[in-house]
């Protein structure tokens, strides 16, 4: 069962645009982490947010945490070439008594100058 | 401080054979967790260990094991290698709750290759 969906799937867009991620599901998660993974090589974090509602900014990246924590949201102004890549949303659920991160299945985005 | 650190990077092996691939996590972190990508599944929960013992396990077959050894580092073993195991094999390691949250920190994976 895949708890996180992301969307779109795929995204290409022309340097300068905007554009917005969503990551939904109707389980409520303890926090949510976003991560951008480039080809061949193991997912970064970004950002970790936890307050529902709560709003980071990392730059020309914005990360939105649902009020009720059951989605969140990225939003990138004014995309650059470097900002390519696939970004991946998790959940932190608690499962046999520890925590565990469910991943979406990601959005590859492409930033073409 | 320096990062997770899988080996080996790339790995061809044939079908019917077995692979252990090894994961030394960022220093003082004792949760280790691995996880499977594939394009058409994303990334998939293999299973989890902290302090030597398996917290959480994932949907995949009895093939699939691993352990953790005292000072942390991990191992992965897969056995009787089926195609469709190739796959981009990602370990990630955290401080497991210790502020209220868990942040995962992936090495960079290694791409095995069933032929």
């Known amino acids: 069962t895949q708890l996180l969906e992301q969307s779109p799937q795929f995204l290409s867009i022309q340097e300068g645009e905007n554009l917005t991620v969503y990551c939904n599901s109707s389980?409520?998660?303890?926090?949510l982490q976003w991560y951008r993974q480039e080809p061949g090589e193991g997912p970064v974090l970004l950002v970790t947010?936890?307050?529902?509602?709560e709003v980071k900014k990392l730059k020309r990246l914005t990360f939105q945490f649902g009020d009720a924590r059951k989605d969140s949201s990225l939003h990138i102004t004014a995309a650059q070439p470097g900002d390519t890549g696939l970004y991946l949303c998790?959940?932190?659920?608690?499962?046999?008594?520890?925590?565990?991160?469910?991943f979406g299945k990601g959005t590859k985005l492409t930033v073409n100058p | 401080k320096a990062g997770v650190t899988q080996t080996p990077r790339y790995l061809i092996k044939t079908r019917g054979q077995q692979v252990t691939l090894s994961c030394s996590p960022i220093?003082?972190?004792?949760?280790v967790s691995w996880y499977q990508q594939t394009p058409g599944q994303g990334l998939q929960f293999l299973f989890e260990?902290?302090?030597?013992?398996?917290?959480n396990k994932g949907n995949f077959p009895g093939r699939f094991s691993g352990r953790q050894f005292s000072n942390s580092r991990s191992e992965m073993n897969v056995s009787t290698l089926e195609l469709g195991d190739s796959a981009l094999y990602l370990c990630?390691?955290?401080?497991?709750?210790?502020?209220?949250?868990?942040?995962?920190?992936f090495g960079q994976g290694t791409r095995l290759t069933v032929v």
């Open positions: 389980s409520v998660f303890s926090s």
């Open positions: 260990y902290f302090s030597e013992t398996q917290r």
């Open positions: 220093s003082g972190h004792r949760s």
């Open positions: 990630a390691s955290s401080l497991s709750g210790l502020f209220g949250y868990t942040e995962a920190f």
């Open positions: 947010v936890v307050t529902g509602g």
């Open positions: 998790a959940g932190e659920v608690t499962q046999g008594g520890s925590e565990k991160l469910v």
